[in-house]
T-cell receptor, first 114, second 109 residues
Framework: DADVTQTPRNRITKTGKRIMLECSQT?????MYWYRQDPGLGLRLIYY???????NKGEISDGYSVSRQAQAKFSLSLESAIPNQTALYFC?????????????FGSGTRLTVV | GQQVMQIPQYQHVQEGEDFTTYCNSS?????IQWYKQRPGGHPVFLIQ?????EVKKQKRLTFQFGEAKKNSSLHITATQTTDVGTYFC?????????FGKGITLSVRP
């Protein structure tokens, strides 16, 4: 099983619909992140959480919300999806307890808003 | 967050050639990380550099952190088709990584 699991892998939704992307991890990491990737723009941080009670906005949080339900689970919601939210979404984790802060990424969710 | 620049965004090499890419910042970086994303895949952590002038090697890949901690380089010796992908250098600040656009490497067999 993957260390960081994202569901669904692919999703097509209509404009105005609410959608939730889920992320769970078995690495025991305390920190979790949501990024979106668009062609030519690299990865941009949406939200991040350093522990269950900590939620922080990233550089492009407008139109998104998150919930850290447990240390292992971090979900991303689009309250009212719009076409320019069509992108590849990645969840990532890192561990503050070790000397290396390398992120472990999930396989991504490809979201299309029509 | 701390910003890094990678130029160009795309580079094409012949298999067997060496490849070097650079990552630059206008500010001093606390550390830098490198990731590789294969086509259709997700970013995978390669290495973290922390010390001024640090050099680390992974098989044919050599990573270096500049003396002033404002730049970093990735050198691949004798590229192979398995090296194809996008390489991101990433600056870390307060444990929150800022990804640049990366450089996409293609290798002609």
């Amino acid at each position: 099983d993957a260390d960081v699991t994202q569901t669904p892998r692919n999703r097509i939704t209509k404009t105005g619909k609410r959608i939730m992307l889920e992320c769970s991890q078995t690495k025991g990491h305390d920190r979790m992140y949501w990024y979106r990737q668009d062609p030519g723009l690299g990865l941009r941080l949406i939200y991040y959480s350093f522990d269950v009670k900590d939620i922080n906005k990233g550089e492009i949080s407008d139109g998104y919300s998150v919930s850290r339900q447990a240390q292992a689970k971090f979900s991303l919601s689009l309250e009212s999806a719009i076409p320019n939210q069509t992108a590849l979404y990645f969840c990532a984790t890192s561990d503050s307890q070790t000397g290396s802060y390398g992120y472990t990424f999930g396989s991504g969710t490809r979201l299309t808003v029509v | 967050g701390q910003q890094v620049m990678q130029i160009p965004q795309y580079q094409h090499v012949q298999e067997g050639e060496d490849f070097t890419t650079y990552c630059n910042s206008s500010t001093t970086l606390s550390n830098i990380q490198w990731y590789k994303q294969r086509p259709g895949g997700h970013p995978v952590f390669l290495i973290q550099l922390v010390k001024s002038g640090e050099v680390k090697k992974q098989k044919r890949l050599t990573f270096q952190f500049g003396e002033a901690k404002k730049n970093s380089s990735l050198h691949i010796t004798a590229t192979q088709t398995t090296d194809v992908g996008t390489y991101f250098c990433v600056a870390g600040a307060n444990s929150k990584l800022t990804f640049g656009k990366g450089i996409t490497l293609s290798v002609r067999p």
